[in-house]
């Protein structure tokens, strides 16, 4: 007698439920049986053989809600993902992924839509207010200003930046700041401005001991940044996306300013009432108006008159160099604004020689009128793909902004490409490359300078100035031949805006590749090697200052190079309840700054007014250079020993070598 027992054969499809898209590597078995399968690149799985006492069939992935349905000749499933568990796998130390409840301590993780949402050009602005104890400062208004970065405060009383990490690879995030810092001051950004915010697929942040692996350059923490992989679309095929945004930006918060006196000195009620009670002759009949307007006389102790602008009070405009009363003065202490005071002023009339006084009134809008609306414009397209043998993502984007301070501007083009090919189960090998090119025709002056109409405004500048009148006329002269403004101890702001310009534009290069060895399930190799260089270009042009002066011209040229190579091996292995996960590697790390700049002096200036060239600088040019050279050599080891998923024993060990004396 024989027996046969009837065999089934079950198939389908698996997709996920957040995009639609086949998932790889789903477990699926029959309940209650050791047959089972995975599914394919295209979320295809077959099982033979299926016993007809079986009932259903089990699906189960990492991150997503296990499924036990009823066995069919066909059963397809959408997997939904499990989110509490999702976030409980982060990235850490050196790239590498780790389910959160193993750590011993606090890691942050911000994923990448939530960085893209608000539409920012930069890194740095997308985490404010997304991790705790993150602060981050913007160094100023202008576009591409540097930011200053802090996690859980201050350590030191120097820097206290954390180390940027960009798929395993440290990269240089230091404040691009040209001139001598002072009155010719240039913020040209940080190094995170060089990345495309929509290339990231996630960012990690981590202090204490999560960043001892790292050395002494973690000391104020670590931001790891992993860029966006390639992944395959529907029916295996390539994902196209695009990602565009406008904004518009205003300024926001101005500082208060007063609009009851304009400039001048010892012009206020005040200083009226002082005076007549002062013993000076005067006439007890003189009044407030009469004395902020000029002209009164007083008497000395022989009763002889004397004009009253001999005691400096109030204000009288007549060439801005003395010859008027306090016609110099740049500070806010003249007369009361806004009662019906007539005073001769920078733009008053004059008839026959003679300039005639004009109302004394305040612009309480004149600061907050000299800004205008930025607008700011993305566009980010992407191509990506993924199968058996590997994936590869492409990305090409431009960022064009125009500043709220006239004539600025910054435009950035980015190119990215990532990819992973396997040779064969063993071997494999993951690269990924980033350029972007920044540029602008203009940055913003940022010293202690009148270049700089914020430094002016705040501190210097009459609440009496017509903004439209100075923007109306900024080309012209005055008589004496300086240009147009309020005071010829300034520039005025528009001239400055539209005239003395920096030019700008900033190439860098951030490279990765990785060569991946894995002999067995337990153990891996990695050699690493990643590239980061940059170069970047500054003229400062001077076309006005003073008359008499030609104008000036500095070139500033500076170079950055960056090599990390890395050896690393990981072991990760599990017996019943204990686990181990260990990784050891070296380090060799190169850094290279070159500097160096040519301009003109300012006793020479240019031979011909309006030309900036290295060709036209009077006399002999000034010269400076300088150039750096610093190589480190470093052995590191981190594990992690656990208990039954629930008790962890933590150690990390790093040595360094450095050198600035070249090899």
Known sequence: MFGIKAQRTVSGVVTSSDDGQPMIGVTVRIEGTTIGTFTDVDGHYVIKNVPETATNVVFSFIG???????????????????????????????????????????????????????AV????????????????????????????????????????SPLIVIDGIPMDNSSMLVG????????????????????????????????????????????????????????????????????????????????????????????????????????????????????????????????????????????????GLNDWSIGSWGPRLDIGLKIKQYNSPIVDGVRQPTDWVSHPDNVASFFETGISQSHQFSISNAGEQGSYRASIGYTGQSGILPNTDMDRYNFGLTGKYKFNTKWWLDASTHFTRTESKNRTNVGYSDFNPLMTFTQWFGRQVDMAD?????????PDGTYYNWTPGFVNPYFASYNNTNPYYRNRLISKASLWFQPNQYLKFEGRAGYDISHRMFEERIAYTAPGFNGSYTQFDVFD???????????????????????????????????????????????????????????????????????SNSLYANAVLGWNNQYYLEGSVREDWHSTIAP
């Open 64 to 118: 997503y809600h296990m499924q036990s349905l009823p066995i069919a000749k066909q059963v397809d499933v959408v997997m939904k993902p499990m989110a509490e568990m999702l976030q409980e796998v982060v990235v850490t130390a050196m790239a590498v992924e780790r389910q959160k409840k193993s750590l011993g301590y606090a890691v942050q993780e911000v994923k990448a839509e939530s960085l893209t949402q608000a």
């Open 180 to 323: 001598n810092h002072y009155n010719s001051a240039y913020d040209l950004g940080t190094g995170l401005g060089d990345i495309n915010p929509e290339d990231i697929e996630s960012v990690s942040v981590l202090k204490g001991g999560s960043a001892a692996i790292y050395g002494m350059r973690a000391g104020n923490g670590v931001i790891l940044i992993t860029t966006k992989k390639g992944h395959a679309g529907k029916k295996h095929s390539a994902t196209i996306t695009y990602d565009g945004s406008l904004t518009f930006d205003r300024a926001c918060n101005l500082p208060p300013f007063q609009d009851k006196y304009g400039v001048g000195e010892y012009g206020s009620e005040y200083n009226y009432n002082l005076l007549k009670q002062s013993g000076v002759f005067v006439d007890p009949n003189l009044t407030y108006k009469q004395f902020a307007e000029g002209g009164w006389m007083a008497y000395d102790e022989n009763g002889q008159e004397v004009d009253g602008s001999y005691y400096g009070m109030g204000f009288s405009y007549e060439d801005g160099y003395g010859a």
């Open 470 to 478: 100075l923007k109306a006329h900024y080309e012209e002269k005055m």
């Open 121 to 160: 050009d930069n890194v740095a602005n997308a985490l404010q207010g997304k991790v705790a104890g993150l602060q981050i400062t913007q160094a100023g208004g202008s576009l591409g200003a540097s930011q200053r970065i802090s996690i859980r405060g201050n350590s030191s009383l120097g820097s206290n």
């Open 561 to 631: 190079e960056n090599l990390i190579l890395d050896a690393i091996a990981y072991y990760d292995r599990t017996w019943n309840k204990l686990t181990l996960n260990a990784l050891a590697g070296a380090n060799d790390t190169n850094e290279v700054y070159r500097s160096s700049s040519i301009g003109s002096s300012t006793a020479n200036g240019l031979t011909i007014p309006g030309l900036f060239s290295v060709s036209n600088i009077a006399g002999k040019p000034v010269v400076a250079a300088d150039h750096s050279h610093i190589r």
